[in-house]
């Protein structure tokens, strides 16, 4: 294995299906897993952490079909540092052409608490499980959580057992988000320095972004040594998240005067990952976010845009085509055709089977139909809109409101049930609260409402309004999204959309 500090390459470890998907709320069913690993790997990530296959069956069956369908990309495991565990992962992962097991454990004083184990007797399960995991496979991911908060000493000794027990990378994990760039890098540099055998394996950055400091943290590590920098596409993770793939791969690409390392990523595939990975995890990219939000490239204040028309590096470190944003917004409108459908599909980074583009053509025409114009974002909501799917248990089919000032306000509501038509009118606090009285006395369910969102899509008044809906029924957290241009339409979509959702996911849960 080459030398970790002199190689000009940093790796690119996309966890977006596993740390990304274990944020509450951010489930993603299993083709989405596989269509979101599918295009990471097509966009040249190096390494794909697919799941953590002995939480769920679910997540057994996507890493194992991620892997059987991989291509280039390194296919990744999870598993606590028990041999059952690491068994279930390799199960998962071995159908990969290039498998990994990632095993780690909580070393710092607050996590060795939990099992409660001595220094001694979690150095030897750290032997135990690494060894076991290396006997399995010839890629070994090590990880101490909670690194940053572990005494020095006990790390460097931990570090050095794994790596004599077959690890390959060491993963340095900022659980909390506790650190800070400077120290961040001194970690790494104390480690390279002191651990017998650092030089022989990769040493890897796993940021949380608690403090705001996460793609700081990440650059600073690989300056001083590391070479895997730990990401999730639009920086998706638990709590404020871990450190954003676009930022750091645009922040290598934008400077390599002074961060001279290079990646395998093809960035024009960012903006479409981006904007998949919002829809399917329903955790919308806010406006201002580096590289992907919406206003990321826009200019409005006067002097900027004079200045950008004389020249455009005088406001742009970097141009909207690097991450795949195509500069014109070419309108499309109910005389468009299937072909230009596809090709503006493309370009916004969509790559569509015959029967996929089928369906999204019929809706587009539907939408076509309603608003004269159509623009790039009602493509990207049209493709995001999860409802009416043919195997959904329950349907909108028809729905009256009756709002405005002289209530009350009522919603008269048509739900297909397995296949059954079902009518009740109900009243409510305005006509979305109406409608979701109707949802719920059609389909009687004690998931509670944790979120509701609505975001217009364009500007104007026939624009499309995006809701977004999040529920939660025992400690099970689903989104639900639809977009219309009539927004109570789109509430009782995102949130019908949301119940399918949860009917998945207690049948996947059944004991
Ligand atoms: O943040 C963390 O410590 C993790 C580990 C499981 C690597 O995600
Ligand atoms: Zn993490």
């Known amino acids: 294995m080459t030398k970790t500090t002199t190689s000009d390459h940093v790796l690119i470890f996309d966890t977006t299906l596993r740390d990304g998907e274990q944020s509450p709320g951010a489930t993603m069913t299993h083709d ?81 608490d939990i099992p409660n184990l001595t220094k001694d007797a979690m150095a030897d399960v750290i032997h135990e499980t ?30 050095e057992i794994a ?43 796993h940021c949380h972004n608690d403090l705001g400091m996460a793609t700081a943290n990440a650059l600073a590590a690989v300056e001083a040594g590391a070479r895997q920098i730990e990401c999730t596409i ?38 479409g990952l981006s904007r998949r990975v919002a829809q399917v995890s329903g955790f919308a990219v806010q406006f201002n976010k580096a590289i ?18 004389k020249n455009s590096e005088t406001f742009e470190i970097m141009r909207p085509e690097d991450i795949g944003l195509s500069e014109t917004n070419l309108v499309m409108g109910k005389h468009s055709g299937r072909a230009a459908l596809r090709s503006k599909l493309g370009d916004l980074g969509y790559d569509l089977a015959d029967n996929q583009l089928r369906d999204v053509f019929v809706r587009f025409k539907e939408l076509a139909d309603r ?34 000032t002289e209530g009350p306000q009522s919603a008269d509501l048509t739900l297909e049930i397995d296949g059954e038509d079902h009518q009740v009118t109900a009243q409510g606090d305005g006509p979305v609260d109406a409608v979701f009285n109707a949802i719920k006395t059609l389909f009687t369910h004690d998931a509670r409402l944790q979120l509701y969102q609505v975001h217009a899509v364009t500007e104007g ?27 109570v339409v789109a509430s009782a979509k995102a949130y019908v959309n949301a119940l399918n959702n949860l009917l998945v996911r207690r049948e996947k849960t059944k004991p």
């Open 371 to 404: 608003k004269k114009e159509i623009f790039d974002e009602d493509l990207i909501a049209l493709m995001g809109d999860g409802t009416d799917a043919e195997n959904d248990r329950i349907k909108v089919k028809s729905l009256r409101v009756v709002c405005g």
């Open 32 to 112: 989405e897993k596989l269509e979101i690993a599918e295009m990471l790997d097509e966009m040249g990530v190096d390494i794909i952490e697919a799941g953590f296959p002995i939480a769920s069956e679910g997540d057994f069956e996507a890493v194992a079909e991620i892997s059987r369908r991989s291509k280039n990309a390194v296919i990744c495991g999870l598993s606590r540092a028990m041999p059952r565990d690491i068994d279930r992962a390799w199960e998962a992962v071995k159908h990969a052409a290039r498998p990994r097991i990632h095993t780690f454990i909580g070393t710092s004083p607050l996590h060795r």
């Open 461 to 487: 008044t026939d624009a499309q309004a995006t809701v977004s809906v999040r529920m939660e029924e025992n400690g099970k957290i689903v989104t639900g999204q639809s977009s219309d241009t009539d927004t």
């Open 130 to 159: 690494v060894t076991h995991a290396r006997n399995l496979c010839d890629n070994i991911q090590w990880s101490p959580m909670d690194a940053t908060r572990t005494e020095h000493d006990y790390l460097c000794r931990v570090i």
């Open 163 to 205: 790596i004599k027990a077959g690890a390959t990378t060491i993963n340095i994990p900022d659980t909390v988000g506790y650190t800070a760039p400077r120290e961040s890098a001194d970690l790494i540099k104390m480690l390279l320095e002191r651990v017998p055998g650092a030089d022989e394996i990769i040493f890897a950055t």
């Open 234 to 271: 639009n920086g998706l993770g638990e709590r404020a998240g871990n450190t954003a793939l676009e930022e750091v791969v645009m922040a290598l690409k934008v400077r390599p005067d002074i961060m001279p390392w290079k990646t395998k990523v093809d960035t024009t595939k960012i903006i």
């Open 292 to 309: 992907v939000g919406k206003n990321a490239f826009a200019h409005e204040s006067g002097i900027h845009q004079d200045g950008m028309l």
